[in-house]
């Protein structure tokens, strides 16, 4: 992920102390961080999905491209520096080989994700109902490419 900071070289860095709020989770504001250095935290309803060390590492991304609120807090857990891209559609429509790091990042997320979700599936085959809502999740991430196949062809 050290690559991506080449990308960044140039742009505005900011720095947040331990226990910043650098995104807050319900929150939009269009921008991406890039971390330069430091740890944060990833927390979703109170819950730590995550923390981040890893120079390149990527915050925001998907509030931006989805055009929604933050589904997450990113807090910093030591004294942090980060570029910021204040208006981040911008910014990603002008550079091609930032927003390929961003889908092969998200790729990424999504395989390792599913493959979880399918080991979750096989474990509990016929042992608890209310493990149905695995289906149920693994449903939804086949549902929204269903649905824009369906549009293109209206």
Same mark, same amino acid.
Do not use: N, W
């Given at each position: ?10 742009? =505005? ?10 995104? $807050? ?9 890039? %971390?330069? +250095? ?6 979703? +309803?109170?819950?730590?999905?995550? =923390? ?12 931006? %491209?989805?055009?929604?609120? =933050? ?7 030591? $004294?942090?520096?980060?570029? +910021? ?14 927003? %390929? ?22 474990q509990a085959a016929g042992k608890r109902q209310d493990l149905d809502l695995v289906d149920q999740i693994l449903a939804t991430l086949v549902e929204p490419a ?9």
């Open positions: 992920m050290a690559d991506i900071l080449e990308y960044c070289q140039g742009l =505005h860095q900011v720095s947040f102390k331990p226990g910043a709020v650098i995104l $807050p989770e319900g929150e939009q504001f269009g921008r991406l961080f890039v %971390l330069i +250095e430091g740890e944060v935290e990833v927390i979703r +309803e109170r819950t730590q999905v995550t =923390h981040v060390d890893e120079p390149g590492s990527i915050f925001g991304e998907m509030a931006v %491209l989805l055009d929604m609120p =933050h589904t997450a807090t990113v807090k910093a857990l030591s $004294p942090v520096r980060a570029y +910021e891209i204040p208006d981040a559609l911008t910014f990603l429509d002008s550079r091609p080989e930032f927003s %390929l790091h961003i889908a092969t990042m998200l790729a990424r997320r999504l395989y390792y994700t599913t493959s979880y979700l399918v080991d979750l599936q096989q269903d649905l824009s196949r369906k549009r293109k062809k209206s």
